[in-house]
RNA sequence: UGCCCGGUGGUGUAAUUGGUAACACAGAAGUUUUUGGUACUUCCAUUUCUGGUUCGAGUCCAGGCCGGGUAACCA
C-alpha cells in the first residue's frame, strides 16, 4: 500500500519528472477568513502541506480576503491557531489583499489589450444576457473603447461611482460553451473597509480574478482545490496566459464527506446561532475547534486524512473511520484511570470498617517502563451499575450473585448479597474479598469470570462527565424537510461521575482513558476541585448484549453461501478462462517441472515457483496456490506453464508467465497436469 | 436543459498504466489477555450495464444507465 499514491501526487511526480516549473513544486492552503476551519478543511490542509513537505518544498497560508463584506481578523487568527495545531507551519501568512495593487495594474495591462470593458448593465442584466444552457448575448457595452474603458475604471478605483453601478469584466466569448468564459466580472464596486487595505480600494477582485494570479505571483506550481472549480480552470489559465505570468497547474479533488455529519458553513453556523450547540467549539462540531476540544489528537486527523485518500469521485467516508483512527492514536498515548459514570455501591463486607489500602495500578498496562500510581482502597466502593446483573444473561463475563469477579489492579470480590430499595431497583452489592487475591491474582491462580472497574468511594472525586453521540443521523440530507429537524435531541447527557483521586490536578486538554469505559480529555471548563470531562470516545465494544454467546453456526442468515461457483478455471484468471478450443493455439502452453517452490516474504497466498522446460533456463513464476500447495508437494511436479505472458512483478518478485489451474468444488485450485507423459518442454495442445 | 466530472465489496482508497482485483475501516468467527480494550488469525467483490478491440479488459473504444458539480457584482 506504500507504493501507491493518489492522482493529485502522480501528477505532480510526473511535472517534476519532465521539469516543468522548473522542477519545483510548491502549493498553499487558500481559506476565505469567514468562518472556522472544520474536518473538511483539515484534508485540504494536510493534502496542500504534506505534499510540499514530500518534496521538500514550501506550503504557504494565503488568505482568500477579497471581500471586506465577509471576513474578519478574528476568523483569520483561529484559522491559522487550528493549522498550527494541526502541526503545520510556513514561512509567512499570505494575502489576496497583498496582490491588490498587482491585480490593478493587470486589470490595467487587460483593458489595454482590448480584453476588459466596463460594463453598466446590472447584475439581473448581466445574468440574462450570460445565458442559460445556450450561448448568451453581448453585452451593449462591450464596444466601449479602450480609453473608456481605461477612464472608467479609473473613476471606479477612485470612488467616483456608486456600488453596483457597473463592474469591469473580462472579454472573451459569450456563446463559450462554459459559462465561466462568458465575460466574467473581474471586479465590483464596494465600498467597504477590509480589515488589512482599509480604505485603500473602492474595488474589489472576484475570486477567479484573484486567485490564479496570486497563485502565480507567488510562485505556486501546484494549485489544488475542490471539484467545484474544475469549471474555472480554463478561465484561470486563461487569465495566467493573458497577463504572460506563469500558469501554475491547478488540480481538482473530491472534497470530504462523512456520515453524521454536516459540513457546510452555512450549516454549522445555524447549530451555533440557533443554539443548538454551545458554540464554535462545542465538543459534538466537526469544527477543528471542536474535535480538538472533544479530545482528538491532531495526528489523529492527519492520519485520516491519509487513510481518506484523494480521489474524484465524490465519496461519503464512514465516521467510524474518524473514530478508529482516534482511539489508535490515544490507545497508545493517553494514560489509563479508574472511573465509574455510573455509580452503583460494592461493599466488602469482610473489609474491616474505617481501614484503607493501596494497590499499585500502571499507567500504561503492557508497555514496559511507564508508570504507576497508588489507588485507594476501602471497605465501600463504586462500581458501574452496567457491571452488575441480577439475572446475568449467557456470556456475562461481569458481577452477578455469587459470582467471583477481580477489581482491576486490586483483589478479587465474590457477591453474596444484593440490597434493593422499594421499586426493586438495586441499590448496593455486597461481597466478599479474598485477602490472599492482593493485586489481582491468587496462588491457586483460578480464573474469574471477569474484571470490573471501580473507584474507593470515600477516596473518589465527582467529576461533571459529558457523554456525546451524533448530531445527525447516518445521512443528515436524507429526508424531508429541514434538516435540522433531524437534530439528535440526545447528542449531550451530562453525567456525574466517580473518578480515582488522582486525576484531581489534572490540567484542560489532558486526555485520558477511564479503563473499560473510553477516552476523555478535561475540558477547559475544570477548575480546581471542578473537574469537566469531555468523553472523546467510547473504547470500542465487544459485548453485544442482544447477541446469543455462542450462535449455532452454519446456518443463519450470515452464510448465504451455498451458491455453488461454476468450475472455471481459477489461478489464471486470465488466458484459459473460457477460451474458444482454436484460441489455444495462440497460447504458448508448455509441460515444466518444478525446481524449486518457496514462499513469497509478505504474501500469505503467493508462492515463488522455478520451473525448468529442458532448454537449460529456469524461469520463476509468482503462483497463489500457498493455501493449497506446499512447496514440497510442488518440487518434482509436471505442470502446465503459459509461457508468453508479459513478465510482471509480484510482491517484488518477478513472475515470466502462469501455471494453469482449476478451480475445485470449493473454490480451491487444482493444479493442471498433463494428461499424457510428456517431456519437459513439451507444447501442450 | 447546456457544459464539465465521476461510477471497483457495507465504506474509503489501490491495482506497477492491458496480465493473481490489493490495503484499511465496518461486520462475522476464533486465539491471547488482570480493560468484553490492545495484539494476532480467518471469513466477507459477477469491478454500473450492453456491445466491441485483444491470447488476455477494472484498465482501451462505442452506446446506455446512475450520481455529482455548475449556470453570483460569493469563495
Known amino acids: 500500500m506504500a507504493d501507491s499514491t493518489d492522482f493529485v501526487r502522480q501528477a505532480i511526480a510526473e511535472d517534476v519528472a519532465a521539469g ?6 510548491q502549493t498553499r492552503f487558500p481559506p476565505e477568513p469567514n468562518g472556522y476551519l472544520h474536518i473538511g478543511h483539515v484534508k485540504a490542509i494536510c493534502i496542500n502541506f504534506e505534499i510540499a513537505k514530500e518534496h521538500g518544498a514550501v506550503c504557504n497560508l494565503r488568505f482568500d480576503d477579497t471581500n471586506p463584506t465577509k471576513e474578519s481578523v478574528e476568523y483569520a487568527n483561529a484559522i491559522e491557531h487550528d493549522i498550527r495545531w494541526l502541526g503545520y507551519d510556513w514561512p509567512k501568512t499570505l494575502y489576496a489583499s497583498d496582490y491588490f495593487e498587482a491585480l490593478h495594474g493587470f486589470a490595467i495591462k487587460l483593458i489595454k489589450a482590448g480584453k476588459a ?93 484573484a486567485h490564479g494570479q496570486s497563485d502565480s505571483l507567488e510562485g505556486v506550481t501546484h494549485s489544488l482545490c475542490s471539484l467545484e472549480f474544475e469549471d474555472h480552470r480554463p478561465l484561470y489559465n486563461w487569465f495566467c496566459e493573458q497577463l504572460e505570468i506563469e500558469t501554475p497547474r491547478q488540480i481538482e479533488f473530491a472534497r470530504l464527506n462523512m456520515t453524521h455529519c454536516l459540513m457546510s458553513k452555512r450549516h454549522l453556523l445555524r447549530l451555533v446561532e440557533g443554539g443548538h450547540v454551545k458554540g ?28 481518506v485518500g484523494v480521489a474524484k469521485y465524490n465519496s461519503t467516508v464512514d465516521h467510524r473511520l474518524l473514530e478508529f483512527v482516534v482511539r489508535e492514536v490515544l490507545n497508545r498515548t493517553a494514560t489509563r ?115 470490573i472497574h471501580w473507584v474507593s468511594a470515600k477516596h473518589a472525586l465527582d467529576a461533571e462527565v459529558r457523554l456525546y453521540d451524533h448530531l445527525f443521523p447516518e445521512s443528515p440530507d436524507e429526508g424531508e424537510g429541514d434538516v435540522l429537524e433531524r437534530l439528535n435531541p440526545n447528542s449531550l447527557t451530562v453525567v456525574t461521575a466517580k473518578v480515582e483521586p488522582s486525576l484531581a490536578a489534572a490540567e484542560a486538554g489532558t486526555r485520558l482513558q477511564l479503563e473499560r469505559v473510553g477516552y476523555f480529555a478535561v475540558d477547559p471548563d475544570s477548575a480546581p476541585g471542578k473537574l469537566v470531562l469531555n468523553r472523546t470516545v467510547t473504547l470500542k465494544d465487544g459485548y453485544k448484549p442482544g447477541k446469543p454467546p455462542a450462535p449455532p453456526k452454519g446456518q443463519g442468515k450470515q452464510k448465504q453461501k451455498p451458491k455453488p461457483k461454476p468450475a472455471k478455471p481459477a489461478a489464471p484468471t486470465g488466458p484459459a478462462a473460457e477460451l474458444a ?21 509478505g504474501a500469505d497466498r503467493l508462492l515463488k515457483i522455478g520451473l525448468e522446460l529442458a ?69 501442450v495442445t
Not at 456475562?396 to 457477591?415: I, N, Q, S
Not at 478450443?581 to 516474504?601: C, I, M, N, S, Y
Request: proline share 7%; net charge neutral; aromatic share 8%.
Open 280 to 307: 464554535w467549539d462545542d465538543p459534538r462540531m466537526p469544527t477543528v475547534a471542536g474535535l480538538r476540544r472533544r479530545g482528538y489528537p491532531a495526528e489523529a486527523l492527519r492520519d485520516f486524512v491519509k487513510r
Open 20 to 25: 516543468r516549473f522548473g522542477g519545483r513544486v
Open 581 to 601: 478450443f482454436e484460441q489455444f493455439a495462440a497460447l504458448d502452453l508448455r509441460v515444466a517441472r518444478v525446481k524449486t517452490a518457496e514462499p513469497v516474504e
Open 117 to 209: 470593458f466596463v460594463d453598466h448593465s446590472s447584475a439581473e442584466e448581466i445574468s440574462r444576457l450570460r445565458g442559460r444552457e445556450r450561448g448568451g448575448e453581448d453585452s451593449p457595452y462591450r464596444n466601449r473603447s479602450v480609453e473608456e474603458n481605461l477612464a472608467l475604471f479609473e473613476k471606479m478605483c477612485a470612488g467616483e461611482l456608486a456600488e453596483g453601478e457597473c463592474v469591469l469584466r473580462a472579454k472573451i466569448d459569450m456563446r463559450h460553451p462554459n459559462p465561466n468564459l462568458r465575460d466574467p466580472t473581474l471586479y465590483r464596486i464596494m465600498k467597504a473597509t477590509h480589515h488589512r487595505t482599509g480604505d485603500r480600494w473602492k474595488v474589489y477582485p472576484m475570486y477567479d480574478w
Open 337 to 451: 484511570r479508574l472511573g465509574v459514570l455510573d455509580p452503583l455501591k460494592l461493599v466488602v463486607t469482610n473489609y474491616p470498617e474505617g481501614e484503607e489500602e493501596s494497590f499499585e495500578a500502571q499507567d500504561m498496562p503492557g508497555v514496559d517502563g511507564t508508570g504507576t500510581r497508588q489507588v485507594p482502597f476501602a471497605r465501600e466502593l463504586w462500581i458501574d451499575r452496567d457491571c452488575f446483573a441480577e439475572d446475568p444473561p449467557k456470556g456475562w463475563k461481569r458481577l452477578a450473585p455469587g459470582w467471583e469477579v477481580r477489581l482491576r489492579y486490586a483483589c478479587l470480590v465474590t457477591c453474596t448479597d444484593v440490597v434493593k430499595d422499594a421499586s426493586g431497583k438495586v441499590t448496593e452489592v455486597h461481597c466478599t474479598w479474598d485477602p490472599e487475591s492482593r493485586g489481582g491474582a491468587t496462588a491457586d491462580n483460578r480464573k474469574v469470570k471477569g474484571t
Open 615 to 683: 532448454d537449460g533456463e529456469q524461469r520463476t513464476v509468482v503462483s497463489g496456490i500457498r493455501a493449497y500447495y506446499s512447496p514440497e508437494a510442488l518440487v518434482g511436479r509436471q505442470v502446465v506453464y503459459l509461457a508468453n505472458l508479459k513478465p510482471r512483478k509480484l510482491r517484488g518478485v518477478l513472475s515470466q508467465g502462469m501455471i494453469l489451474a482449476a478451480n475445485g468444488p470449493e473454490g480451491e485450485a487444482i493444479l493442471l497436469e498433463p494428461e499424457r507423459a510428456l517431456p519437459d518442454g513439451a507444447k
